[in-house]
Each structure stands twice: as C-alpha cells, then as structure tokens.
T-cell receptor, first 112, second 115 residues
C-alpha cells in the first residue's frame, strides 16, 4: 500500500538547537499532518497543511507543504527538553482521499 | 466526553484467550481508525470505518482480528486466541472527514500484554 518515507528515523540534539525532519512520497498528497507522541500517550496533532506551498507555524514549530505536493517538512526552533517524543507525519493522497497514510516516525531526544 | 476514549487502558491476558478493546470516538466523527503500535515502532494501520460504508480491513494481520462499529458510535476490536506477538498498544482515532476536518484525534490507547 501507499507509504510515507519519514527521515531521520531518530535524532539526538542539544537543548537550544534547531531540528528539521521531513516526509516524502512518490505520490501526490492533498493534506499533510504532523503529530507528536509522548510516552504512554496517543499522538497529538501539531500542524495541518492543506495547500501546496503552505507554511504554517505553531509556536516554535513550523511546517511546510512541499510545492510538488510529494513532501512536507517540520522544523523545531530552539529545542527544549519537553520537545522529546516521536514525531509522525500523515497525509491524504490523491488516490484515496479518506484514509490517512502514516510515516514511521522520527524519535527526538534532547540533551539539557 | 470531549476526546476519544479507549478502554481498558491496560489489559493483561493469557495466551489463547480472547480480548475485546473498546473505543468511544468524538461525537459526530464519521471516521474511525484502529492502529497497533509495538514498542518503539510506528503506527501499524489495522482497520478504518467511514460512516456506513464497508470498512477497510486491509491492515488486519490475521483472521484472529476483527472489529465492529455500529453507525458513528462505539467500536470494538476483538482479538481471538491471543498470542504473545499481539502484545502492543492499540490506538483508536476518529476524524470528521468533512471538508478540511480530516485531522485524526487519538485516544490514549490500550496496552495489551499477552503472557
């Protein structure tokens, strides 16, 4: 089935550093969503993107819907320890506009 | 409640027993998803319900797994003759899937341990 390629798989950074992660697909997507999952919890929606080229911020988080509609990026600026968790991308692609497709996640660790 | 509710939060069962997991979606959400997440892994799609349409069962790993949902209400995921490899967190999510409301909202999951 359709899959999203999410990278990097894991990151270990120092507090204060900026972080960048991305998702790519061989197919065109209509919607991109970014989630964060903390230990023992379900994923929580961070940012939703609906238009190619769209750039949306949520505090220190910024996500972009790639102009080709085949990729999306999530950036975290000035990381803090509570940014620790697994970040997932998800999307709806043109071939099946009702079921979300998920990346495998980026695990982020922040060293205080 | 305001969010997606799953029960039980934890379940320990003996190998070979059947288990039933419950999900209460957000009121008015037409779509409901079940996922399995093994320790340290990503989300593994199991099944998707959309309104009264036939469910997408393409992710169910074996015929021991089944799920039901009546209309836009509660869903149950049943695992028969559980095996140790079934141990995981089972997550449920719901979404509107109307216009731009495709964002999925998750419950806290049911942690299943098969001993």
């Amino acid at each position: 089935g359709q899959q999203l390629n999410q990278s990097p798989q894991s990151m270990f950074i120092q507090e204060g550093e900026d972080v960048s992660m991305n998702c790519t697909s061989s197919s065109i997507f209509n919607t991109w969503l970014w989630y964060k999952q903390e230990p023992g919890e379900g994923p929580v929606l961070l940012i939703a993107l609906y238009k190619a080229g769209e750039l949306t911020s949520n505090g220190r988080l910024t996500a972009q819907f790639g102009i080709t509609r085949k990729d999306s990026f999530l950036n975290i600026s000035a990381s803090i320890p509570s940014d620790v968790g697994i970040y997932f991308c998800a999307g709806l692609y043109a071939g099946n506009n009702r079921k979300l497709i998920w990346g495998l996640g980026t695990s982020l660790a922040v060293n205080p | 409640g305001a969010g997606v509710s799953q029960s039980p939060s934890n379940k320990v069962t003996e190998k070979g027993k059947d288990v039933e997991l419950r999900c209460d979606p957000i009121s008015g959400h037409t779509a409901l998803y079940w996922y399995r997440q093994r320790l340290g892994q990503g989300l593994e799609f199991l099944i998707y319900f959309q309104g009264n349409s036939a469910p997408d069962k393409s992710g169910l790993p074996s015929d021991r797994f089944s799920a039901e949902r009546t209309g836009e209400s509660v869903s149950t995921l049943t695992i028969q003759r559980t095996q140790q490899e079934d141990s995981a967190v089972y997550l449920c999510a719901s979404s509107l899937t109307i216009g731009s409301g495709v964002e999925a909202f998750f419950g806290q999951g049911t942690r299943l341990t098969v001993v």
